[in-house]
C-alpha cells in the first residue's frame, strides 16, 4: 500500500504540533493504540523537524509526514528527517517539482482551479483544501469536484470530530486533516489517553460509514 492509499485508508490524517520533541514518540503511539497510523507533524514550531526524525526512527508503524512546509529547503530536511510526506498549505511550484521529480508524496493546498490545474500538471490528483471553512467547506469542494472530477481533497481547518462524517462521506474527499484529534493541549499536559480515546472515535465513525 502506498503513502496515499494508506492516508485514504486511515481516513484521517491528525495535525500535530509539537512544542517539545519528547512528547513526539507518545503522541504517536497514543494514536496508534486509537487505530490511526497516519501523523502529520507541522514545522509551525522548531521542535517540529527532529520530531519528525524521532518518530521515523523510534515508532515506524506510524506513517509520519511534515505540514506546514513552506520551502524547498524544509521540504528536503524533512524527506532526510524520515517524512514520507509533504504538506504545504499552498501551491508552490519549486516545491511540487522537486517532490514529483524525487517520488515522495506531496499534498499541496490548492483551493481555486487555477491551483487544481498545477497541481494536475504535476500528476497530483490528491490536494490539501485549507482552510476548508474559509473557502467553502464541502460546497466548494463539491463545486470544484464538476470540472476536477478526479481530483480529491483532504480538507483541514474548521473539521472535527461533529463533522467528520459529513466531510468523510462525500466522494470527492481522500481523507481529511484536523489538529483535533491531539489537542496542544493533550499533547502538553501528557493526556495521551485523551488522545487515543478521540483518534478510536474517529476511526468507529469512519468505519461506521463503510458498512
Same mark, same amino acid.
Given at each position: 500500500?502506498?503513502?496515499?492509499? !494508506?492516508?485514504?485508508?486511515?481516513?484521517?490524517?491528525?495535525?500535530?504540533?509539537?512544542?517539545? /520533541? /519528547?512528547?513526539?514518540?507518545?503522541?504517536?503511539?497514543?494514536?496508534?493504540?486509537?487505530?490511526?497510523?497516519?501523523? @502529520?507533524?507541522?514545522?509551525? %514550531?522548531?521542535?517540529?523537524?527532529?520530531?519528525? !526524525?524521532?518518530?521515523?526512527?523510534?515508532?515506524?508503524?506510524?506513517?509520519?509526514?511534515?505540514?506546514?512546509?513552506? #520551502? *524547498?529547503?524544509?521540504?528536503?530536511?524533512?524527506?532526510?528527517?524520515?517524512? !514520507?510526506?509533504?504538506?504545504?498549505?499552498?501551491? &508552490?511550484? @519549486?516545491?511540487?517539482?522537486?517532490?514529483? /521529480?524525487?517520488?515522495?508524496?506531496? %499534498?499541496?493546498?490548492?483551493?481555486?482551479?487555477? /491551483?487544481?490545474?498545477?497541481?494536475?500538471?504535476?500528476? *497530483? !490528483?490528491?490536494?490539501?483544501?485549507?482552510?476548508? &471553512?474559509?473557502?467553502?467547506?464541502? $460546497?466548494?469542494?463539491?463545486?470544484?469536484?464538476?470540472?476536477?472530477?478526479?481530483?480529491?481533497?483532504?480538507?483541514?481547518?474548521?473539521?472535527?470530530?461533529?463533522?467528520?462524517?459529513?466531510?468523510? $462521506?462525500?466522494?470527492?474527499?481522500?481523507?481529511?486533516?484536523? $489538529?483535533?484529534?491531539?489537542?496542544?493541549?493533550?499533547?502538553?499536559?501528557?493526556?495521551?489517553?485523551?488522545?487515543?480515546?478521540?483518534?478510536?472515535?474517529?476511526?468507529? #465513525?469512519?468505519?461506521?460509514?463503510?458498512?
Amino acid at each position: 500500500m502506498d503513502v496515499l492509499e !494508506r492516508i485514504g485508508d486511515c481516513g484521517v490524517v491528525p495535525v500535530t504540533v509539537l512544542e517539545t /520533541e /519528547e512528547n513526539a514518540v507518545p503522541t504517536a503511539k497514543a494514536l496508534l493504540a486509537g487505530g490511526v497510523d497516519i501523523m @502529520e507533524i507541522t514545522l509551525r %514550531t522548531k521542535a517540529g523537524m527532529n520530531s519528525i !526524525r524521532r518518530v521515523a526512527q523510534n515508532c515506524q508503524e506510524i506513517c509520519v509526514g511534515a505540514g506546514t512546509v513552506t #520551502t *524547498l529547503e524544509q521540504c528536503k530536511q524533512a524527506v532526510e528527517a524520515g517524512a !514520507r510526506f509533504i504538506v504545504s498549505p499552498g501551491f &508552490d511550484r @519549486e516545491l511540487v517539482k522537486w517532490c514529483t /521529480e524525487n517520488g515522495v508524496v506531496v %499534498t499541496p493546498g490548492c483551493v481555486t482551479p487555477t /491551483e487544481i490545474m498545477e497541481a494536475m500538471s504535476y500528476g *497530483l !490528483r490528491v490536494l490539501k483544501f485549507f482552510p476548508a &471553512d474559509v473557502f467553502g467547506g464541502l $460546497s466548494a469542494m463539491k463545486a470544484l469536484s464538476g470540472p476536477f472530477g478526479n481530483v480529491k481533497f483532504i480538507p483541514t481547518g474548521g473539521v472535527s470530530g461533529k463533522n467528520l462524517g459529513d466531510y468523510i $462521506s462525500a466522494p470527492f474527499v481522500h481523507a481529511v486533516g484536523g $489538529s483535533w484529534l491531539c489537542s496542544k493541549q493533550d499533547i502538553e499536559s501528557g493526556n495521551y489517553d485523551s488522545i487515543t480515546a478521540i483518534a478510536a472515535e474517529a476511526i468507529k #465513525t469512519i468505519n461506521a460509514l463503510q458498512q
